[in-house]
Structures are given as C-alpha cells and as structure tokens.
C-alpha cells in the first residue's frame, strides 16, 4: 500500500490552513520558492503548519512581495506523534546542527538543552536550529516539528521534567540499552552528556532520581552528537514508531490532478 500522491516540494507555514484558502507566504517560504525551487505559477506544492493535515497549494502568484497560494485538497491527514524530548549539552556548531538534523529526522518532538558541568559554550543560535529542524522536517515528510526549550541546569530539568527519562552514560555499571528498554513500557525523555561526559557527581545524583534510568551504549566511547542519534534510533526502533509500515512515494502525480476549488 503506498501513500497518497504528495507534492515534492513541502513548505512549513505558521498560519492555520484549510481547503480553499487564499493565502501570501511569508518572506521566508517566498523566497525558498521563487528563488531557491524557482517554482513558477501553477505549480503545486505541499503546505503543513505542525498542527494540521498536509494540504496541496497551487501558486498563483509569484512575486517580489511575496508568492500567493491557493489551498486545495488534503493529501495527509494530520496525525500526532507520540511526545519524545531529547536533551542535550550545547557543543559545537557544526555536530549540534547535524544532531538536530538526524534527531528531527528520527522523530524527536522537542529538544531541551542542557547546562551541565562540562558544558563547554551556553550560547546556542535558536533560530539557527528551528530552521533547520523545519527544513529536516520538509524533507523526510513528517508532519510536525520539533519545538526548542530554552537551555536550563541538569538538575532543574530533571526536577521539573513529567515522564521518565532514559540516560545515556559510558561507565561500565550500567545495563545495555536494549535490556533495560525491555523493562519499560514508554520513555518521554532521553538523555545524553556534553562532549566531555557526565561528570561523577551529576552520574551519582542522576542515579538517585526515580525518574531516571540508566542506558549502555557499547563498548566504546561516543561522540555527543553520535550518542544522541545512536540513543533516539534505538529507542524508536525498540519502543517508538518503527512498528508503522512504510509507505513509500508512489509515482509523481501530474500537478494539475490535485483537487481544487
């Protein structure tokens, strides 16, 4: 069974979307479209807002003010993701913009940064990685996107956080992921350390938390970036959303066969 026919250009827009809207794109979406896709008038695309099912856009007018859609017929009904937190330390730009990338991909829900004591930067360009999560979001074709929360100390996070969290730490005393995840029904958060690791005191009060436990990934020493990605696919593979099957694009579907008004 494959998919409903979609576009292959989708655009993230913030405003409420039904059939038979008129609506001008903000300067952001205009611009991908006329200057990046070159997207001429008549052309169909994909619009969703995160909160709503996917609806086919017709252009009808491409301009230096902006490119003026018309809604048409739903070709994704909309459909929530089950809630799934990914904290992490700040590191480095170009590994935390791909982490992002990676874990949006993998369906991470939102992203809480974390202050810990081998943190080596707090300074984090938001706006920066909400791009970037939208436009992984665009390309793997889910239908919401990550939300950012504002980095916060490890301890507040964990004290204030409603669900369990699975953390990731590289000593040796504690199980492998898949055997502890064969334990649990469900986790809301995961976890992993900065580029220099938990430090021994946060790993001995991390222990002591009711709402914490304690995931191996291997033998070897991870990069933050790679722990994270390695920790959200497992966990998706094991107790996330990989049950669903595939379905996988069918055959492009000639623009002018979208439904519209």
Known sequence: MTKPERPTVRVFVEEDLAEGQALVLAEGPSHYLRNVMRKAEGSVIGLFNGQSPE????????????????????????????????????????????????????????????????????????????????????????????????????????????????AAFETSDFEPVQAVLARVECLEGLMVGPEGGFSAAEIDWLKQQPGVVGLGLGPRILKAETAGMVLVGIYQALKGDWDKRPDFRGPEKPEGKFSFA
């Open 55 to 166: 609806f086919a856009a017709k252009l009808v007018k491409v301009a230096k003010k902006g490119v003026q859609v018309e809604l048409g017929s739903v070709v994704v009904p909309f459909e929530p993701e089950p809630s799934l937190t990914l904290m992490f330390s700040p590191i480095k730009r170009n590994p935390m913009e791909t982490l992002i990338v990676k874990a949006t991909e993998l369906g991470v829900t939102r992203f809480q940064p974390l202050i810990m004591e081998h943190t080596q930067s707090e300074r984090m360009k938001v706006d920066r990685l909400k791009t970037i999560a939208i436009e992984a979001a665009e390309q793997c074709e889910r239908l919401t996107v990550p939300t950012f929360a504002e980095p916060q100390p490890l301890r507040d996070v964990v004290a204030e956080f409603q669900g369990s969290i699975g």
